[in-house]
């Protein structure tokens, strides 16, 4: 998902256009090379005008999208989205309504450059997040906290492998009461 904030004249920004009228789009994670870069498209221009351009950015194709949509070249994660939603949040004018487009992924583009062992490595890529007003901040350092064991840490370790693997254990375990009792066996199963 991205938001995007409505011009003081309530146009909304290219990019929530091209989402809703293609069924597509992309997002690139901003990292701390691309501040400037991100903060010049952050700016109101007419329908049309190319961001790209204006920051300097290289575009790179998106490969599994329907329809092409421009990635920027530099960017070390990026997401190829097909178009779910558009959610407009009112604000007080004249700066204050929000359009919020979700999507569902549907390709991932990672850097190596980014890795550690096979997994994203935040310090690699000082991705920034905004704060409010004209604050940032970039993340430097991450650390780990593993949830309680059960149903919440299912999924949170980054393995593919072992997100099927623990799929189909659990698929099974709540296939085998079913069956236990058409056998007149009594069967608790606590997941």
């Given at each position: 998902?991205?938001?995007?904030n409505?011009?003081?004249?309530?146009?909304?920004?290219?990019?929530?256009?091209?989402?809703?009228n293609?069924?597509s789009?992309?997002?690139?994670?901003?990292?701390?090379d691309?501040?400037?870069?991100?903060?010049?498209t952050?700016?109101?221009?007419?329908?049309?005008?190319d961001?790209?351009?204006?920051?300097?950015?290289t575009?790179?194709?998106?490969?599994?999208?329907?329809h092409?949509?421009?990635?920027?070249?530099?960017?070390p994660?990026?997401?190829?989205?097909?178009?779910?939603?558009?959610?407009?949040?009112?604000?007080?004018p004249p700066?204050?309504?929000?359009?919020i487009v979700i999507?569902?992924v549907v390709?991932?583009?990672?850097s190596?450059?980014v890795?550690?062992?096979g997994?994203?490595?935040l310090?690699?890529a000082?991705?920034?997040a905004?704060?409010?007003?004209?604050?940032?901040?970039?993340?430097r350092?991450?650390?780990?906290?593993?949830?309680?064991?059960?149903?919440?840490?299912y999924?949170?370790?980054?393995?593919?492998a072992?997100?099927v693997?623990?799929?189909?254990?659990?698929?099974?375990?709540?296939?085998?009461?079913?069956?236990?009792?058409?056998?007149?066996?009594?069967?608790?199963t606590?997941?």
């Amino acid at each position: 998902m991205f938001s995007a904030n409505q011009t003081d004249e309530n146009i909304r920004k290219d990019t929530t256009i091209n989402a809703e009228n293609t069924g597509s789009f992309v997002w690139n994670m901003c990292t701390w090379d691309l501040r400037h870069a991100m903060n010049i498209t952050s700016e109101q221009t007419p329908y049309g005008i190319d961001e790209f351009v204006r920051a300097g950015l290289t575009k790179t194709p998106s490969t599994t999208l329907p329809h092409t949509v421009p990635m920027v070249e530099a960017s070390p994660i990026r997401f190829e989205c097909t178009y779910h939603s558009t959610l407009r949040l009112p604000g007080n004018p004249p700066m204050g309504t929000v359009d919020i487009v979700i999507g569902k992924v549907v390709g991932i583009h990672i850097s190596e450059k980014v890795l550690t062992n096979g997994m994203v490595d935040l310090s690699k890529a000082l991705p920034i997040a905004r704060c409010g007003y004209y604050e940032y901040a970039v993340v430097r350092e991450t650390f780990e906290m593993k949830p309680p064991e059960g149903s919440m840490a299912y999924g949170l370790e980054g393995n593919a492998a072992k997100n099927v693997e623990e799929h189909r254990l659990r698929s099974s375990q709540q296939e085998q009461p079913e069956e236990a009792v058409s056998k007149g066996v009594e069967t608790v199963t606590i997941l």
